[in-house]
Structures are given as C-alpha cells and as structure tokens.
C-alpha cells in the first residue's frame, strides 16, 4: 500500500515550495549549528529519557484521552478530547520549551531567549528557565504587556526578565523581530526558544518533534480504547505547533482526515481575522516562506482574533505544503462561535476551554450530525486565562 508522505524538510528546511532559511548571513552558523546539535540530540537516549522524565514527572504527561460522553451525545459522533489543558502552565507550549531548553542545556549555553504575544510561550519559557537555573529574557511588545499584564507578573515571578517592544505594531511580529536580533548578538551565550512551528529551519522541524509527543500518545490511547484509529483530527491552528503535533504521527494512516481551525475573528476583510489559508498570499516573514496576510504592497495585515493564540499574519510552512498535497484540510471559526463553544464545552464536559481550543470545540460542534465515528480533538490549552476576557464580552464586570 503506497503510504503518503512523512512530510520531511530537505536539508534547508524546505517542505516543498515553503518554509526555508530567511536569515541575515551572520545567523546561518548558528542556526545550522542549532540543526546539527538537535538531530544528535533527538537520537541520543540520555536526552531523551531525561526530557521524557521532565515530561512526565514535572509537566504532567501522559495527559489523558479523555471520552467526551455529554458532548459525544450531543453531535451524534464518539468524541474524545486530548487533554493539554491539563499541563504544568496549562497548555501544550511546556512541551516544546522544556524540549528547547534542554537542547539549549546541551549545547552549553545558560541563557535563551523568547517572544511572546499573549505571554502563555513566555510563561513556558520562563518556568523551563526556573527549573533547569537558566537566564531567560522575554520580548513582548508594549501593546501585548499591557493587555496581558498578569502573564508579565507571572513571567517575572519566575526569574525572567521581561524587554518591552516599542516599536512598530508593538505586538508579537516586534517581539520575534527583536529576539531575533538578541539571538545574533549574543548566539554564543544564548538559545532563542521559539514558540511555534515558524521561523527558519530548524524551527519548524525541532517545534514539530516536541509537540509530536501529543499525537505518539493519542495514538496509542486511541487503540486501547477503541481498537482502531480514529477517522478525523481536530485541532486549532494559530502558528500550527498544537495541530502538527496531533497531526504528524497520523500522516502515514489514510484513513485517518485531519482539519485545521483558524480563526475566522469578526469575518471577511484584511485586518478582521487570521485566517491565512483564506486570506493569506505567498510571503517571507520571520525567516520562513508561506502564507502571509498582507497587502498587495507586502505589509505585512494587522489580524484579529478574539483568542491571542491564533492571531498571528502567518502560519507554519509544513501546513501549507500539507494542504497542498490534500492531507490536511483548514477552515475558519468566528469569535462568536468560538464564544459559544467555549460555554458549551464548560456546561457538558465541566471543563473550560482557552479560547484558542474552543476553535477546534466549535467546529465539531457545526460539523453536528455529519461527523465520522470517531473524532479526537486537541484541547490545546486550558482556559483560566480567558475568563476575565469572556466576561468582559459578556458585558459582566470582574471585580
Ligand atoms: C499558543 C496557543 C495556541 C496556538 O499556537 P499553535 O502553535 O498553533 O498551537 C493554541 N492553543 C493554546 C492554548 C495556546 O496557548
């Protein structure tokens, strides 16, 4: 039977037409430094039974396969939900950064560096610094800080040094600008810990194995449970870490359909939403090829997202080249429906979705009736840090 493909970059970091190396001359040596280290590093067992033990003892996985029963009656479909949520720091990023930073760890370097938009990478960031006793600068633009002032306590709280971006939009694409900077300054010092599955090679690649470790276990669990494999993923897409790290062990499984849930915002219109796969034209932006919203002059769209982890102007090369190649399909959910689903989900499971994950809830839930036998949904991250912004949608004050 032929399989399809692994989806593997060439030695550039190229999927097909995307992705790449987009970077100043004076980063290439590091970067392909960062490549060499990380491929000794995966296949090396002291390194990976010692992040398998941080994983397990200090950030909680395995995270449950967890049977919806409530939410599976009402769609008509057996739905189960890959609890992420239920991590140390309260999301998938903590697999990724612990990875990152002991990679970091190995190659002798004590210091790494990150951006951060809604602050939840920072906050990954600066709890791996704590544990393995490194420095940890943050880059967040003026704007984010001030939205997300609690994720900036936390991140202090915990030994980091938060820089605050002033210039351009203030936002995130500032921030990853100027880690960027930080890391060629300093790259013989310092790792820069990168929070998606974007920016130059070996980004996307090491992103992509440190999240894997979600759809390794969904896998496994799937079979104990039901015997076979399930007939469609769902998961969130924002840079695309949490989706390709369900996604990728399935992509040899045929059988197995995979959706992408952007975020649709307020709806159509550059500037009203992040939906990339809709909007999006061919780009460069943070060192990567792919989908970028811009305008026809290439700058770069300002997005919208009520949930922070999805608004972002582009998405991570291998989902592009995947959806080329007809193996993951992408659609978009509106604020509204997200908000909805969000509700739902909280009143049928007891458990209260990030706003990012309840993009993947509110697909399931129009897909209501039509739905294969058996879904499982990444449930990203957990959602105490949106109540407050919830609320203040609702038009109910917080005091
Ligand atoms: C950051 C974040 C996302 C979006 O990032 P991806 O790289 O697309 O996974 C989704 N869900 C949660 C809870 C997040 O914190």
């Known amino acids: ?20 190396m987009f970077v100043p001359e004076t980063l290439m040596p590091a970067l392909l430094e960062l490549g060499r280290e990380f491929q000794a590093a995966r296949q090396d067992p002291a390194f990976r039974d010692e992040l398998d033990g941080y994983l397990a003892e200090y950030a909680g996985r395995p995270t449950p396969l967890y049977f919806a029963a409530r939410l599976s009656e009402v769609v ?23 990875g990152q930073a002991l990679l970091a760890r190995r190659m002798g370097k004590k210091r790494i560096i990150a951006e951060t938009g ?14 393995f006793g490194m420095e940890c600068v943050v880059y967040m633009g003026s704007e984010d ?22 210039h351009g939009s203030r936002t995130l694409k500032d ?33 992509r194995e440190f999240q894997s470790v979600i759809g390794r276990e969904a896998r496994e669990q799937i079979v104990a449970r039901e015997r076979r494999q399930p007939d469609l993923l769902l998961a969130c ?25 952007e975020a649709g915002g307020l709806g159509d219109g550059l500037g009203r939403h992040a939906a990339r796969f809709l909007g999006g034209t061919l780009g460069v932006l943070h060192g990567d090829r792919t989908l970028v919203l811009q305008d026809a002059s290439g700058q770069i769209a300002r997005t919208h997202s009520i ?14 080249h995947l959806r080329d190649q007809g193996r993951v399909r992408f659609t978009t959910v509106s604020d509204d429906e997200a908000l909805d689903a969000f509700s739902r989900l909280s009143k049928l499971e007891g458990i209260i979705p990030a706003l990012e994950s309840a993009h993947a809830v509110a697909q399931l839930l129009k897909m209501a009736g039509e739905l294969p036998e058996i879904v499982i949904i990444n449930l990203s991250g957990r959602g105490d840090k949106d109540v407050q912004a919830v609320a203040k949608h609702l038009g109910e004050e917080l005091h």
């Open 237 to 261: 897409v924002g840079g695309g870490s949490n989706s390709i790290g369900l996604f990728h062990p399935f992509l040899g499984d045929e059988s197995v359909d995979m959706l992408g849930v």
């Open 118 to 131: 809604a602050g939840q990478h920072g906050v990954a960031t600066a709890t791996a610094a704590a544990v």
């Open 307 to 320: 949930s922070a982890g999805l608004d972002y102007a582009a998405v991570g090369p291998e989902l592009v």
């Open 145 to 166: 800080m001030e939205r997300q002032a609690l994720n900036v306590f936390r991140m202090r709280q915990l030994g980091a040094e938060v820089r605050e971006v002033t």
């Open 175 to 207: 921030a990853i600008t100027e880690a960027m900077r930080d890391y060629v300054t300093n790259v013989r010092t310092t790792n820069y810990v990168l929070g998606s599955i974007l920016g130059p090679h070996p980004y996307p690649l090491i992103v």
């Open 1 to 20: 039977m032929a399989r399809p493909q692994q989806s593997t970059p060439d030695e550039r970091g190229h999927f097909g037409p995307y992705g790449g």
């Open 76 to 98: 008509e479909s057996r739905v189960y939900l890959k609890r992420e949520d239920l991590l140390h720091t309260g999301a998938h990023k903590i697999n990724n950064t612990l």
